[in-house]
């Protein structure tokens, strides 16, 4: 089940990413309304981090685009801040919290600019919205996992953007960590930003999100979560781990058969 | 002596321009190096300073010249020619990246010792000298060479100081720099000429062979002292430059001896000096943290005598003597000099004749002291099921530890009880 909508401030048009020669996402087809707490749910190696990184622009579509906002992701970039997966990084950089948050507060088009009194002060309003200021001069490779993704999240939160993409800023946190990052989101949703989330937690979907995503290299489902959360859905997504799907990937990893005729 | 002194007073101006280059080439190296370093290059940047050898000698060969610069521009293209390869072989070939850095490191290397012998064979008594760029001789640096240096390392330093917020980071988070927009490909391509460009300044000082050294081992030792990429930067220039100097030195005395590796030896003393006494990890640093451990509780102790004896009549403002003090609790009178005399420099006591009273500041701290004393013997009796006679040994341990983040963990837990275990009241925070 794909409900597509007009207007859409997210499209994936029949995009499809193909690593070496295996597909990580296929002909993933789908359009997202604004203003939506959107859950992106499916088994590990889906293509949820790969959706995401499609969106920002980090990975080449070989074929389909992906738009934001309507555009090409290069023109809305400022709108737009990204929370990578937390391994993606060595916590071991020289850098304290406080100044990991403020590259948050970095301008792309200005190399050269240095951070002003009003960018420290916003990187610290986004320290204080993740309870991080006891840790403030901390070096990262300090923190527990569950602050460390909050680092992440503060310095998203400093870009003060219109959209934000988390890819399982869930991962590795406690139960009460959870529950104010996740207040915040929706608090942050409420004051109408549109917030998409890679989560791992088939429990709490429901109380989350309003839309889901729903993933297995292709796209399963995509409309709001009372539609699509089902048995029969989730069944798609995670059943049998030989379903034909897997075993088509297999064969084009196997003999690298390539997936578009170009 | 004398000879130290001469080298070091700059008494001959053939010194003065090696001291100049050398400190020119060294601050280059550690800087860029520190970036090679946190990006995880440290074995490329092996290979590049090999792959610059054939690049000197032929420019050599071509422009029949030791000019500075122009053997500068062929190890620059030579270096970048290696890395180019390095990149190509792992990305295009079934090689592993180490298969890679080997293959070019040696095939570069030994067709630059190849072109060294044919330059030596070929009597041309120009060459000679340009045996030097396998271990370094910067004891016989001249002026034009101090000069060409001075500008390069200029250029380097003055690129790394402008892009240094997105070069940090891009080495630090790639992904979230492409995210934003950052031109992630060209400022990895710049930091990679800057390594390159490094590197062919710096065989200069201690040749192709042990380059590698020069630009990593300062900055390995700096993070030993620190967790901030400024500082890293700075303390990494401190030491190539110190080890730059001292090892010139010694070869200016004994002019045989080739620079390289006696600046390397020295860099490793300093990089294992570091592993011990380096301020984060190092040993000297768990004796320091000891120490700064046993001074706040002293200090804090001091703080609570003057609070209790505050609260005893009701007055926090009075001054007391230091008999009084000690008549409350005994702190040894040299110690209880000690901390007073500190308290007051840093604004928490007031002192008038040999009495001290609490300042505002001195007053808060010692309350939140007592506060979480008494909360600490609270929730041990009550959470932990400790006698009340128990547990003052503990909180007076405790007391000096416990965190604000704990403190209001704690206060939460308690549900803001009024009274410790032995019906002390808690003084809250209004
Ligand atoms: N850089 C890469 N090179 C090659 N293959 C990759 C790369 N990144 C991901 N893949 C492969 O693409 C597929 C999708 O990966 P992706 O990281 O998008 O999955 P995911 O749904 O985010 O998984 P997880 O839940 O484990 O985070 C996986 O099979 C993975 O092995
Ligand atoms: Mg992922």
């Known amino acids: ?262 | 002596m004398e000879n130290f002194i001469d080298f070091f007073m700059l008494r001959d101006p053939n010194v003065a321009w090696v001291v100049g280059g050398i400190i020119c080439i060294t601050a280059a190296a550690a800087i860029v190096g520190t970036f090679t370093l946190l990006r995880k290059q440290a074995l490329i940047g092996d290979a590049v300073s090999h792959a610059i050898l054939p690049g000197v000698c032929l420019a050599f060969i071509i422009a029949q010249t030791k000019n500075p610069m122009i053997l500068l521009i062929g190890a620059t293209i030579s270096g970048w020619l290696g890395l180019l390869a390095i990149n190509y072989l792992s990305d295009k070939t079934k090689l592993k990246g180490d298969a890679a850095l080997g293959l070019v490191l040696s095939v570069f290397y030994g067709l630059g010792i190849v072109l060294l012998t044919a330059i030596q064979q070929s009597g041309n008594a120009a060459q000679a000298g340009l045996d030097k760029f396998l271990f370094g001789k910067a004891a016989a640096l001249v002026r034009d060479d101090a000069i060409t240096f001075a500008i390069f390392s200029f250029v380097l330093i003055t690129i790394v100081f402008l892009f240094y917020q997105p070069f940090k980071l891009v080495v630090f988070d790639k992904d979230y720099a492409l995210a934003k927009g950052l031109p992630v490909r060209r400022l990895e391509v710049l930091l990679s000429i800057l390594t390159v460009s490094a590197i062919a300044l710096g065989i200069q000082a201690v040749g192709v062979v042990l380059m590698a050294a020069l630009l990593i081992a300062p900055a390995a030792a700096a993070r030993y002292w620190t967790n901030s990429l400024s500082w890293m930067l700075v303390l990494s220039t401190v030491f190539a430059i110190l080890a730059g100097l001292i090892g010139t030195y010694i070869s200016y005395t004994v002019p045989r001896m080739p620079t390289g590796p006696w600046i390397v030896s020295i860099l490793s003393v300093f990089a294992l000096g570091s592993i011990f006494l380096g301020r984060k990890k190092g040993l000297l640093a768990r004796y320091l943290n000891q120490r700064f451990h046993k001074e706040k509780m002293l200090k804090e102790n001091i703080l609570k005598v003057l609070w209790h004896l505050g609260e005893a009549d009701q007055n926090f403002e009075a001054f007391r003597s230091v008999d009084q003090m000690q008549e409350r609790r005994f702190i040894p009178l040299p110690q209880l000099r000690r901390g007073s005399k500190k308290l007051v420099l840093e604004g928490s006591l007031i002192r008038k004749e040999q009495k001290f009273a609490l300042s505002p500041e001195g007053k808060e701290e010692g309350e939140r002291i007592i506060r979480i004393h008494r909360m600490w013997e609270l929730y041990l009796t009550t959470h932990m099921n400790l006698p009340a006679d128990h547990v003052h040994e503990d909180a007076e341990a405790i007391e000096h530890v416990i965190t604000p983040e704990i403190e209001a963990e704690l206060a939460k837990v308690l549900e803001g009880a009024e009274k410790d275990p032995h019906a002390s009241p808690i003084p809250y925070k209004e």
């Open chain 1, 1 to 262: 089940m794909i409900k597509q909508v007009p207007d859409p401030v997210l499209e994936l048009h029949n995009l499809t990413v193909v690593y070496e020669s295996k597909p990580a996402l296929w002909n993933v087809d789908y359009t997202i309304p604004e203003n939506h707490l959107i859950g992106v749910v499916g088994p590990n190696g889906s293509g949820k981090s790969t959706m995401l990184k499609a969106l920002m622009g980090l990975v080449k579509p070989s074929s389909g685009y992906a738009h934001v906002y309507g555009k090409e992701i290069d023109e809305v970039r400022q709108r737009i801040a990204y929370v990578p997966q937390r391994n993606s990084v060595d916590w071991d950089f020289p850098v304290n919290v406080f100044d990991a948050v403020l590259m948050g507060r970095y301008k792309a088009n200005n190399l050269f600019r240095r951070v002003s009194k009003a960018d420290k002060e916003i990187a610290m309003e986004a320290i204080k919205k993740v309870q991080l200021e006891p840790f403030v001069k901390r070096q990262i490779s300090q923190l527990s996992g569950g602050q460390q993704q909050r680092v992440f999240i503060a310095r998203a939160l400093a870009q003060e953007a219109d959209m934000y993409l988390l890819d399982e800023p869930f991962a590795g946190v406690d139960a009460a960590t959870e529950n104010s990052i996740m207040s915040l989101l929706k608090e942050m949703n409420a004051n109408g930003k549109t917030i998409l989330v890679v989560h791992h937690d088939l429990q709490s979907v429901k109380d989350y999100f309003d839309w889901l995503l729903l993933m297995n290299t292709r796209l399963i489902a995509s409309g709001p979560t009372e539609e699509v959360f089902t048995e029969d859905m989730l069944q798609k997504t995670y059943g049998g781990k030989l379903n034909i799907l897997s075993r088509v990937v297999e064969i084009i990893e196997k003999q690298g058969h390539p997936i578009r005729e170009k």
